[in-house]
């Protein structure tokens, strides 16, 4: 019989052997048996090929991500060689200027790593860099996802995955930062412990739970250890992969433009192409921290010394997201009651509460908005921060009251390299924390509100050429050209719905309606944030028919 293709049930079939397909390879007989149990093939069809939007603004949340792998990686290295225990030691080591100085030997392993271990005072810079890094990447991508109202159904969950990250990042930091035992992370831990005994009743109880004893105590950096490396990392990792899972669930928000809408998402496939491109970040993130942890100095504990609670390092600061605590504290008046033999020391305790309050209002934000809009429908488009002036004042106004208290926390080092009174500088921060977050919202409005006129003049009259025409009776104008479709689209996207209203008092028989107080404060808020004097009203088909029939470029 003829070698050639034969039909067996109407079917083509291959009658030769050397003409047989080759028998399936190890990887791809494993890739079928973990498909067969796991359901991988599936599970990749669906979601490998999915397509994400292209924009500068989306890599803040990688920065984030990859500096947290950095931190993981550092931070395994760092465990090897560091011994979490509060215990005195008398010092030889390389480090002669400390030689025979008795130090805890978390300290004495901390000069270890620095100077003995091969690449150890590299990987300490790296992970302290990256923890910076990842602080600052979190609160970007938060205000990034804030102005533009990424936060809105369904992300508001992932709103709080990301805002609880942010708070255990700085328990994390200020945990990390303690370890070494140094004269200055000691200070501020000192300064934790201020705060915990201004609490009223349970103060003195929780400090000393925590050090096992009057501060400093013996257990503080042996009970840090275990809080630092594997319960805030565990809980953080899970949050990761749980806003990531969110992300892949719910589709990439993405910025307004043709072709976009709610259903559909225009931008490049998982993979290969956004994989490549990740990947490529993720070393690039990796080699500008490794460049500054290699020639920027950062935390030189050998430079401060061991912790002694009789001393203080001059300038002690701590690290830039905790700024914004110690600010408060440095400009609250030293306000005290005394009252039945006990003393309420307000002075701490009220910057000491405001500072959970302040992040709590960022984590319940979401909710707020939603509830007083009232709406209720998917956002995947986000918006134009300049359409929505009420909440980029918001956001400005909460930005500029953190950079002044960040003032207020460094008052000592803002006094001694410019020469002012250290006095002068707490009264101004002390008014400006009332005055400037008012000043920055009215201003951040005002410029919105100018960009809106803006935008609706370029919509109407085109955009503006720099050519002058001369008119038949002498007079000149300048040529306008009109703007692209696409343009067009952008511009004018967004939705003016009208603010919340209670409406009539009375029904259709005179009855009085019954209003409730949540509804009186929604109406007015709801008036407050999106009401006539927080809009430029869009054009209208009818208006930019008018203006662009005639010649009037």
Known sequence: MDDAARTVNGQARVGSSADRAEPPGKGEKLADWADGRLGIYALAKANMRKVFPDHWSFMLGEVCLYSFLILILTGIYLTLFFEPSGAEVVYHGTYQPLNGIIMTKAYESTLHISFDVRGGLLIRQIHHWAALVFVAGMVVHMMRVFFTGAFRKPREVNWLFGWTLLFLAILTGLTGYSLPDDLLSGTGVRFADGAILSIPIVGSYISFFLFGGEFPGHDIISRF??????????????????????????????????????????????????MAKAGGFFFLVFGILALIGGIATINPVWAFGPYRPDLVTTGAQPDWYLGFSEGLIRVMPGWEVNAWGHTLELGVLIPFSLFPLFLLAIGVYPFVEAWITGDRREHHILDRPRNVPVRTALGVAWLSEYFVLLIGGGNDIVATHLHLSINSITWFVRISVFVVPVLAFVVTKRICLGLQRRDRDKVLHGRETGLIKMLPHGGYIEVHEPLSQDRLFVLTQHEQNPPYEIGPLQDANGVRRRVTLAQRVRASMSKGMFGPDTRIPKPTQEEYREITSGDHH
């Open 225 to 274: 250890f275990p809080i630092h490396v594997l319960l805030l990392p565990g809980i953080m990792l899970g949050l990761v992969v749980a806003h990531l899972i969110l992300v892949f669930y719910h589709k990439h928000t993405q910025y307004a433009g043709p072709g976009r809408d709610q259903k559909s998402v225009i931008g490049m496939p998982f993979l290969p192409v956004y």
